[in-house]
């Protein structure tokens, strides 16, 4: 799959990712920096790409959980 194939999927699951990591966070620019971070490990991964859509959507939350308790816990260390 080339890599503006890989952008238009990764552009659906945007917003989402956005909403999921804001709705952990509670903080626009953490939101934001943890849905920037899922969406490039998720870039990487070739396997994602040939699942189906509802798969790709169970794998997106999951990656942006742990994108935004990540970002969470390091605010958490800085402060």
């Known amino acids: 799959m080339n ?3 890989k952008v238009l999927i990764l552009r659906q699951y945007e917003t989402y990712c956005y909403q999921v990591s ?3 966070v509670q903080d626009e620019q953490l939101s934001i ?5 899922a969406l490039l490990k ?3 991964d070739s ?5 189906p859509e509802h798969e790709q959507k169970r794998i997106i939350q999951k990656v942006t959980i742990r ?3 990540e970002v969470y816990t390091q ?3 800085t402060c």
């Open 3 to 5: 890599l503006q194939a």
């Open 22 to 24: 804001s709705f952990i």
């Open 33 to 37: 920096q943890a849905a920037q971070s």
């Open 42 to 44: 998720l870039a990487t």
């Open 47 to 51: 396997s994602f790409f040939v699942k």
């Open 67 to 69: 994108s935004a308790l």
């Open 75 to 77: 605010k958490i260390k």
